[in-house]
């Protein structure tokens, strides 16, 4: 059974950092080919993509908002896939969540919610202007 624990959320203000955790259950990170994602919703607004990578080979990706400012790690022994946020703006405020895929994840789908079969139970960012 597959289960994904995320942490790391809080308040802080515009320009601050937070590192956000994902730890991972039900398979290892070291194989079978999962694609970690993480997700934010904002009040009002539908969940979107943010980061992936693919525990294959370790390819990254970002949405164009987050690029430069946020990135996406893991780390084997620990099972767990981090987020690192930085510089952070008050439209990043949102609950994010990490969700994982199984192996065979086509690329082009990586956005798509519907290919990520088990998804944590969310993290609050909170970033004051």
């Known amino acids: 059974q597959v289960q994904l624990v995320e942490s790391g959320g809080g308040l802080v203000q515009a320009g601050g950092s937070l590192r956000l955790s994902c730890v991972v259950s039900g398979f290892t990170l070291t194989g079978g080919g999962y694609t970690i994602g993480w997700f934010r919703q904002a009040p009002g607004k539908e969940r979107e993509g943010v980061s992936c990578i693919s525990t294959s080979d370790g390819t990254t990706y970002y949405t164009d908002s987050v690029k430069a400012r946020f990135i996406i790690s893991r780390d084997n022994a620990k099972n767990t896939v981090y987020l690192q946020m930085n510089d952070l703006k008050p439209e990043d405020t949102a609950v994010y969540y990490c969700?994982?895929?199984?192996?065979?994840?086509?690329?082009?789908?990586?956005?798509?919610?519907?290919?990520?079969?088990?998804w944590g139970q969310g993290t609050q960012v909170t970033v004051s202007s």
């Open positions: 969700a994982a895929a199984p192996p065979g994840l086509v690329i082009a789908t990586m956005w798509i919610q519907e290919v990520y079969d088990d």
